[in-house]
C-alpha cells in the first residue's frame, strides 16, 4: 500500500491544498510552520480517524479550522494495484464526522471491514500498532507497550502459525469457552444440565418405585394422626383449668416478692448518691467521655516523645554518617575544578582520541596501499617486453588486425560465392547474335506495324510466335553478357583484396619483428598480455586516484597536532589522579558521585529531620497545655502526664461502679413494675383471700408461662397434625396424579447417560487439545524474543557503527544493550543513540510484521537528534529495508545532501 495524494480542503492552518506523492523515497522538505506535521497528522487521522479523547488539545480541537470550517479533505491510495478514495470530514462532535472510500477510477463507494478506520483495513493493524512501528514523530520514536497495542501478538502468531491472524491464544479461548458450555462455574453447562437431569431422572425413578409402598404406609398414618388428634385435644382442655389454679396461687408469692424488692432499691439508691457525690466537681459531673478524651490525649503526647526520642536517634546516626563521607570525599577534591558532566566529558575526550586514532590509521593504510599499487604495476610493467613500443603502436596494431580479418572474411566469402568464375560463355558471340535479334526484330515490326495497318490478319498471327523466339534469344544472351561482366568484377575484386591482405601480413610483420616475437601466436598472447596489463593499470590508477581524494579531505598535520593535543590531556588526567587506564578514573569517578550524593542525601535528611524535631516539640507543647487544661478541672493538674493514667484510671472505676449499680436499680424498678403489672397492693391483696376454696390439679407447672407454653406447644401439635391429615388425605387421593410410568422413565435415564457419556469424552479431548496448543504457544513464545534482539542489535549497530554484542528487549519494551561485556540499560545512552536504538527496534517490528514490505513508513524531522554521519547511516538504513514507500519530512537540507552524494533517487517535494 503506498500513498499517492493528499488533498486538504481544511485542516489546521491548510486550506486547498494538495501533494502528489511518488513511489519509493519521498522527501519534503518546509521551513517551519510550512504544515509538515500537519500533513502527516492529515495522513494519520484519515488513517485511523480521531480518537475519543476529551482532553483539552485533543486532535479535534487541535487541528479545527480557526474559521469554523469542518476539517475535510481526501487522501488518495494504491493497495494491490488498485486505487482508493477515502474522502472524510470531522465536526466539533463525533456524530457530525463522515467517512467515505471510493474506487479511484469508476468512483462506486467501497464497503471494507473497519470502514471508519482504513488503516486497520489496508495494514492489518490497529492505531496503537501503527503508532509504534510505521508512524514516527518528531523525538517521538521511543515506545512503550500499552493495553490496544498488538505487536507482540500478532509477531507471535506469524511465528506460531505462519499468519498473523491466525492467532493460537484465540484457538485455545475458543476450546476454552466450548469447554465452558459443557462445564459451567455456575453448573450452568451443557455437561452440568445433563448430570443435574440424570439426578432429578434417579429421583423420579426412585419416587415412582416408592409410591406404591407408601400408599399402604400413608393410609395407617392417617388412623395414627386422627387418635393423635383427639388425644392433644384433651390435653389442652385440662391445661386451660390448671392455669386459673396457678394464678390464684402465684398471688400469694408475688405479695411477698413486691416487699423483698422495695427494700433492695431503696439500699441501691444510697450507694448511688455516695458515689455521684464524689465524682460532681463544681457544676458537672465527671464523665467515661471526659477521662478517654484525657486518656487519649496521653496517649498521643507519649507518642510524640517515642517518635521524637527516635529522631533524634536517626539524627545522631544521620549526623555521623555524613562527618564520614565528608571526610573520605577530601580525597577526591580534584573532581570538583572539572566542572558539570564529568564524565560526559571524559567519554567525550576518550571518543575524540579514539576517532582521531582512527583517522590517522586510515590515511596510513591508504598511504601504504597506495605504495604496494604502485609497486605492484610496476613489478607488472617489468614482466612485459617491448612495452613502449606495443603502447606507442597499440592502436595501429588493433586496427591493423581488424582490418586483416574483415579482408580475409571478405576474401573468403568471395571464394566460397564466386559462381559466375565457372561458366564458360563466349561473349562475341553472344554480342552478335543480340545485334542480329536487334536488326531482325526491327524489320518485324515494320512488318508487323503495315501488315495491322493493311488488316492482313494471317500474316499477323505468324508474327507473334517470331517476336516470342526473338525476345527469349535476346534475354538468354543478354543474361550471358551480364554474367560474364560480374565475373569479371569478382576477379578483379579478389585480386584487390589479396593485394590488401599482402599488405596488411607486411605491416603485421614489421610489428612482429619490432616485438621480438617468433610467431603469430606469440605476438598475439604479447598483445593480450599488454591489454590485461592496461587495464589492471587504469583500474588501479583510479583507485589510487581515489583514495587520494579520500586522504586529502584529512588535514593530516591538524590531525596529528589535535591527536597528541588530546593523548596529552589524557596523560595529564592520568597522572593527576593516580590513575594508569581510564577505568580507574571512571571508577574514581563513580566513587566520587556516589559520595556526594549520599552526603547531599543526608544533609537533605538532616535538615528534614531537625525540622521534623522541632515540629515535634512544637505539638509536644500544645498537647501539653490541652492536657493541663483538662486535668484541672479533676484537680489533678500537678500530677506528671507520664503518672496520670493512675488516677484516670481510679476515676473510670468508680464511674464503672456507679453504671453497675444503676443497671442494677434499674433492674430492680422494672423488676417491681412487672411484678405490679399496673395493680396496686391492695388489689393484690383482695385476690389472695380467692385461693381458699380452689381445686388442686395433678401438674407439676410452677408458673403460667410454662402452661401457656405448654398450651402454645400443643396447640401448634394440634395444627400439625391436623395438616399432616389433610396432606395424608390429598395423599391418598391424588398418590397418582401428573406422575410417569416406570418403563418411560428408565428409557429416558438410558439416553440422558448415553449423551453424558459423549460430551465427557468430548471435555477430555477439549482439555488435552488446549494444553497442546499451550504448551506450542509457550515454546514458540520462546524463540520470538531471541530473533527480534538480534535483529535490533544488527540495525543499531549498523546506525551506530560501534560493535555492540547484544540487545535485550522486555515486555514492556524496555532495551538493554552490552558493551564489552556490560550489560547496562539503553535509557542511559546519549538522546541521539537512544533514538538509533528504538529506531532500531521499530524497523524490528516492522520487518517481523510486514515481511513483504509493501507499505509506507512516515518520518517526522525523526533524525533531529543525529549528527551527520549517523543521519547518513540511518537515511542507508532506511533504503536497504526496501520499504514500498518511505515519507521523511524536514525543515534541513542535509538530507538532500545525503540523497544526492548517494546518488539515491528521490521525488522532493518543497513545501512553501
Not at 57 to 79: A, H, W
Not at 423 to 432: A, I, T
Not at 723 to 742: C, N, Q, W
Request: proline content about 1%; glycine content about 4%.
Amino acid at each position: 500500500m503506498i500513498i499517492k495524494k493528499v488533498n486538504i480542503r481544511f485542516f489546521a492552518g491548510i486550506k486547498e491544498k494538495s501533494v502528489d506523492f511518488a513511489k519509493g523515497f519521498n522527501l519534503i522538505y518546509g521551513k517551519n510552520e510550512r504544515g509538515k506535521s500537519s500533513i502527516e497528522n492529515f495522513i494519520r487521522i484519515w488513517l485511523y480517524g480521531i480518537d475519543g479523547s476529551r482532553s483539552k488539545l485533543n486532535d479535534r480541537k487541535k487541528y479545527l479550522p480557526l474559521t469554523g470550517e469542518k476539517i475535510s479533505g481526501e487522501l488518495i491510495v494504491e493497495d494491490k494495484g488498485r486505487g482508493y478514495i477515502i474522502k472524510r470530514a470531522f465536526g466539533v462532535t463525533r456524530k457530525e464526522d463522515e467517512c467515505e472510500i471510493f474506487d479511484e477510477i469508476t468512483g462506486e463507494i467501497i464497503e471494507i471491514d473497519y470502514n471508519n478506520e482504513p488503516g486497520r483495513y489496508f495494514f492489518d493493524i490497529n492505531s496503537a500498532t501503527f503508532m509504534k512501528t510505521l508512524f514516527i514523530n518528531q523525538l517521538g520514536v521511543m515506545v512503550s507497550k500499552d493495553k490496544e497495542e498488538e505487536i507482540m501478538e500478532k509477531i507471535t502468531n506469524i511465528y506460531n502459525t505462519g499468519d498473523e491472524n491466525t492467532s493460537i491464544r484465540k484457538i485455545i479461548e475458543r476450546l476454552e469457552k466450548r469447554r465452558k458450555q459443557l462445564v459451567g462455574v455456575r453448573k450452568g453447562g451443557e455437561l452440568d444440565l445433563l448430570k443435574e437431569n440424570s439426578n432429578s431422572l434417579k429421583a423420579e425413578l426412585w419416587e415412582a418405585y416408592k409410591l406404591g409402598e407408601e400408599s399402604i404406609e400413608n393410609e395407617e398414618s392417617l388412623l395414627k394422626k386422627n387418635e393423635e388428634k383427639i388425644s392433644i385435644k384433651d390435653n389442652i382442655q385440662k391445661l386451660d383449668l390448671y392455669k386459673k389454679y396457678i394464678k390464684k396461687v402465684k398471688l400469694q408469692k408475688d405479695y411477698k416478692e413486691i416487699s423483698n424488692y422495695l427494700i433492695k432499691g431503696e439500699e441501691l439508691k444510697r450507694k448511688q448518691n455516695a458515689i455521684s457525690e464524689e465524682l460532681k466537681k463544681g457544676d458537672g459531673y465527671i464523665t467515661i467521655e471526659l477521662l478517654e478524651d484525657i486518656n487519649e490525649k496521653c496517649s498521643k503526647y507519649l507518642s510524640l516523645l517515642d517518635v521524637k526520642q527516635e529522631k533524634i536517634n536517626k539524627f545522631n546516626i544521620v549526623q555521623e554518617s555524613a562527618r564520614e563521607k565528608k571526610d573520605n570525599i577530601k580525597k577526591y577534591n580534584v573532581f570538583d575544578s572539572m566542572g558539570k558532566n564529568i564524565k560526559e566529558k571524559i567519554y567525550t575526550l576518550r571518543l575524540d582520541m579514539k576517532s582521531l586514532e582512527e583517522k590517522l590509521n586510515d590515511v596510513i593504510n591508504i598511504q601504504n596501499l597506495i605504495a604496494r599499487y604502485k609497486m605492484d604495476i610496476n613489478k607488472k610493467a617489468k614482466n612485459i617486453h617491448n612495452l613502449e613500443f606495443i603502447m606507442k603502436y597499440r592502436e595501429d596494431i588493433e586496427e591493423t588486425l581488424n582490418l586483416y580479418k574483415e579482408s580475409l572474411k571478405e576474401l573468403k566469402y568471395m571464394m566460397e560465392n564466386n559462381s559466375y568464375s565457372k561458366l564458360e560463355v563466349n561473349s562475341r558471340k553472344s554480342y552478335n547474335t543480340i545485334k542480329f535479334t536487334y536488326i531482325l526484330g526491327s524489320v518485324s515490326i515494320i512488318a508487323f506495324i503495315y501488315c495491322v495497318l493493311k488488316q492482313i490478319m494471317p500474316i499477323i498471327i505468324v508474327f507473334i510466335p517470331i517476336f516470342i523466339v526473338l525476345i527469349r534469344l535476346y534475354l538468354k544472351h543478354l543474361l550471358i553478357i551480364k554474367n560474364n561482366e560480374l565475373a569479371e568484377k569478382s576477379n578483379q575484386a579478389i585480386v584487390i583484396s589479396k593485394k590488401q591482405i599482402d599488405e596488411y601480413e607486411e605491416k603485421l610483420n614489421l610489428y612482429i619483428n619490432k616485438t621480438e616475437s617468433l610467431s603469430y601466436e606469440e605476438f598475439i598472447n604479447k598483445i593480450t598480455q599488454y591489454d590485461k596489463f592496461k587495464n589492471y593499470n587504469d583500474n588501479i590508477n583510479l583507485i589510487i586516484k581515489n583514495k587520494e581524494e579520500e586522504i586529502s579531505k584529512y588535514d593530516i598535520t591538524q590531525l596529528k597536532s589535535n591527536y597528541n593535543k588530546t593523548k596529552g590531556v589524557m596523560a595529564s588526567l592520568y597522572s593527576i589522579l593516580s590513575c594508569n587506564t581510564l577505568d580507574e578514573v571512571l571508577d574514581k569517578l563513580d566513587v566520587y558521585e556516589k559520595l556526594k550524593e549520599d552526603l547531599s542525601r543526608n544533609e537533605y535528611e538532616i535538615n528534614g529531620l531537625k525540622q521534623e524535631i522541632k515540629n515535634i516539640d512544637e505539638q509536644l507543647s500544645d498537647k501539653e497545655l490541652e492536657i493541663k487544661k483538662k486535668t484541672t478541672v479533676l484537680g489533678l493538674e500537678n500530677v506528671e502526664i507520664v503518672d496520670l493514667h493512675i488516677s484516670l484510671k481510679e476515676y473510670k472505676e468508680k464511674i464503672s461502679k456507679m453504671k453497675e449499680i444503676k443497671n442494677a436499680l434499674d433492674n430492680v424498678e422494672e423488676t417491681y413494675k412487672v411484678l405490679l403489672k399496673d395493680r396496686n397492693i391492695d388489689e393484690i391483696k383482695e385476690e389472695m383471700k380467692q385461693l381458699i376454696n380452689q381445686d388442686i390439679m395433678n401438674y407439676s407447672y410452677e408458673s403460667e408461662e410454662e402452661i401457656d407454653a405448654e398450651i402454645r406447644a400443643k396447640s401448634n401439635e394440634l395444627l400439625i397434625v391436623e395438616k399432616e391429615i389433610k396432606d395424608l388425605e390429598h395423599l391418598i387421593e391424588k398418590r397418582y396424579l401428573g406422575k410417569r410410568e416406570i418403563a418411560e422413565i428408565e428409557e429416558d435415564v438410558l439416553i440422558n447417560n448415553e449423551r453424558i457419556s459423549k460430551l465427557e469424552k468430548e471435555f477430555k479431548a477439549l482439555e488435552l487439545t488446549a494444553e497442546l496448543f499451550q504448551e506450542s504457544f509457550n515454546e514458540i513464545r520462546k524463540n520470538v524474543g531471541p530473533d527480534l534482539n538480534n535483529k535490533v542489535i544488527n540495525k543499531f549497530n549498523f546506525l551506530t557503527g560501534e560493535e555492540y554484542e547484544e540487545a535485550k528487549i522486555s515486555e514492556e519494551y524496555k532495551l538493554k544493550v552490552r558493551n564489552k561485556g556490560i550489560l547496562f540499560d539503553g535509557d542511559i545512552l546519549s538522546n541521539g543513540a537512544k533514538d538509533q536504538l528504538y529506531l532500531a527496534l521499530r524497523f524490528s517490528f516492522i520487518n517481523m510484521l510486514f515481511n513483504d514490505k509493501d507499505i509506507p513508513i512516515f518520518l517526522d524531522d525523526a533524525f533531529v537528534q543525529y549528527d551527520d554521519e549517523r543521519r547518513e547511516k540511518a537515511i542507508k538504513l532506511l533504503m536497504k529495508e526496501e520499504f514500498s514507500q518511505i515519507i521523511l519530512f524536514t525543515c534541513q537540507e542535509i538530507e538532500k545532501s545525503i540523497l544526492d552524494s548517494n546518488d539515491y533517487k528521490y521525488n522532493l517535494i518543497t513545501l512553501s
